[in-house]
């Protein structure tokens, strides 16, 4: 099987849709599938206000917090390549309704947690089930939507399923405090059954088929295809990039904002949460923005490595800084810019064959969530070094961050290039 992007198209956006499918049309299955990728924008951030409590309670080091918050992220990330298969061989609807329980699963488990070691395996359970999440709305878009909207819709998505962030604000700050930490949960499990109901009832696509005349594609051959995409050159440098962008954001969202106002500023919780869910909103507007204004292969590339550049700017200023005003503006610009990160998902799309559409873009998302989980880690670690020397942790923190978000845009930009940017070049 070939996987240059220029390959022909092999996937199912040819197929007939069921009388259900039509019925719904394609915006309103696709909303319906992003309510699943709405609930993994929640779980993914709910350590930014659940860290206070949870480190009192179970006595929590800061390199044990980025434990628990990148567990979710390692599992999400770790299933990807097998989701990606999953979608390609079986489709969209089984692989998504096959996982999304283990989301319902992990939020009990969570829950229900008397020690680190049960809080740390709720949030795997709840990263495998959350693992299709986002993947399947990429897939269904890429198969159903014209190629040229790829970005603008992509960057919709994003939006409408960042909602789920909105949730991990002020709601959850002011629902921990009303009641516990495990009340988060408990409504974070009873929406993620909602979302799986859903999907079960109103999503329909028909399951893919090989083209006339062409075996099915087996099990074995998926996963051999995995390593003809790891040997193509241009693999590395996308791969490279995507293990620090979206973690650079996930980082300061789903993990260092709420310590990074409390600690640092004397903020209370349900202050730190008015930020948070201000971030929030303000990160909304920048993937549509970005997705409507995609300028093509070649220069999309350099607009990814420039804005990443700036990003990284953003993080050391955010390490130095001292004053309350100074640390909000920056982390708002910070959520403004992130938008652009949006535009890795059309450059991975046309970086390989359409007929791996669904393990390029797994590939792409395993990698972007294994780093969010190492970078969760790192910084952790990070954090509990520079205390243990007197350092104060957040400029550990983000200044690594920021050094990362350099190495990153370097190989990206330095690595060997796809074919597509290279033909657009000529």
Same mark, same amino acid.
């Given at each position: ?25 394609? @915006? %309103? ?44 992220? +390692? ?57 299709? %999440? ?67 009832? @109103? ?22 295809? +995995? ?28 993990? @260092? ?9 004397? $903020? ?34 350099? $607009? ?5 550049? %700036?990003? %990284? ?63 969760? @880690? +790192? ?48």
């Amino acid at each position: 099987m070939s996987l240059r992007a220029d390959s022909p198209r092999a996937d199912t956006a040819g197929a007939p849709a069921t009388p259900a499918a039509r019925s719904l049309g394609p @915006w %309103a299955t696709l909303l319906v599938l992003t309510t699943g990728f709405a609930l993994s924008q929640a779980f993914r951030t709910v350590a930014a206000l659940m860290a206070a409590p949870l480190q009192a309670e179970f006595h929590l080091s800061a390199q044990q917090l980025g434990v628990f918050a990148g567990a979710f992220h +390692f599992a999400f990330g770790a299933l990807q390549l097998f989701m990606g298969i999953g979608i390609d061989l079986h489709g969209l609807r089984r692989t998504v309704l096959f996982a999304s329980p283990l989301m319902v699963l992990g939020a009990s488990v969570s829950a229900l947690a008397t020690s680190f070691p049960m809080l740390v395996a709720g949030q795997v359970l709840v990263g495998v089930g959350c693992a299709p %999440a986002f993947l399947v709305c990429t897939v269904y878009i890429a198969r159903h939507f014209a190629p040229d909207r790829f970005a603008a819709v992509s960057g919709t998505i994003m939006a409408v399923g960042s909602v789920g962030m909105l949730v991990t604000g002020t709601p959850l700050a002011w629902l921990i405090e009303a009641s516990s930490w495990r009340m988060g949960f408990w409504v974070l499990g009873l929406t993620a059954a909602l979302s799986w109901a859903a999907i079960a009832l @109103w999503v329909h696509e028909p399951v893919p088929v090989a083209a006339p005349g062409a075996p099915r594609e087996s099990l074995g051959e998926a996963v051999r295809t +995995f390593g003809q995409l790891f040997r193509l050159p241009h693999t590395l440098g996308i791969v490279l990039f995507a293990l620090v962008t979206y973690a650079s954001f996930v980082a300061l969202r789903g993990l @260092w904002l709420g310590p990074l106002m409390m600690q640092r500023h004397g $903020w209370s919780l349900v202050a730190a949460g008015n930020l948070a869910i201000v971030l929030s909103v303000v990160s909304l507007v920048g993937p549509p923005l970005f997705g409507r204004a995609d300028p093509g292969p070649r220069r999309r590339r350099r $607009w990814l490595f420039w804005f990443s550049i %700036a990003a %990284a700017a953003l993080c050391s200023a955010l390490a130095l800084a001292t004053r309350p005003a100074v640390d909000v503006a920056l982390v708002l610009v910070f959520g403004l810019l992130s938008g652009y990160m949006v535009l890795q998902y059309p450059d991975v799309k046309n970086a390989y064959a359409p007929a791996v559409t669904g393990r390029a873009m797994a590939l792409f998302t395993m990698a972007m969530f294994m780093g969010v989980a190492l970078m969760q @880690w +790192f910084t952790g670690a990070v954090a509990s070094a520079a205390q243990a020397h007197g350092v104060e942790p957040f400029t550990a923190v983000f200044g690594s961050i920021a050094a990362l978000l350099v190495a990153g845009a370097l190989a990206f930009r330095l690595l060997p290039q796809p074919a597509s940017v290279t033909d657009d070049a000529r």
